[in-house]
């Protein structure tokens, strides 16, 4: 089992910066391919960004201005956000999955975060 909790979230004017964290419990973190979705208000759950052993991807709308990265001493995984627009603004919720191959779709993962809420105003 694995636990999950996102921080780091908030209020940020367009082009400004901000770093996501996610915690995560267990000692098997470092096995785990970590991912970030984003959920805008009445949208579906989309795939951000994973970092998995054969490296990072990401979605087109966020390649240059966001970086994931993970710590497996500290259990944590990252995502750096910059050069905000207000169309990034939604929940972002961080993920954990075993077992697949591209994580880049919401059921390759098992575990989820409950979500950190960003909002990036003009």
């Known amino acids: 089992q694995v636990q999950l909790v996102e921080s780091g979230g908030g209020l940020v004017q367009a082009g400004g910066s901000l770093r996501l964290s996610c915690a995560a419990s267990?000692?098997?973190?470092?096995?785990?391919?970590m991912g970030w979705f984003r959920q805008a208000p009445g949208k579906e759950r989309r795939f951000v960004a994973t970092?998995?052993?054969?490296?990072?991807y990401y979605t087109d709308s966020v390649k240059g201005r966001f970086t994931i990265s993970r710590d497996n001493a500290k259990n944590t995984v990252y995502l750096q956000m910059n050069s905000l627009k207000p169309e990034d603004t939604a929940v972002y919720y961080c993920?954990?999955?075993?077992?697949?191959?591209?994580?880049?779709?919401?059921?390759?993962?098992?575990?989820w975060g409950q979500g950190t809420q960003v909002t990036v105003s003009f």
């Open positions: 993920a954990a999955g075993r077992g697949s191959s591209y994580y880049t779709t919401s059921d390759e993962y098992n575990y």
């Open positions: 267990g000692r098997t973190f470092s096995s785990y391919a």
């Open positions: 970092i998995r052993r054969s490296g990072t």
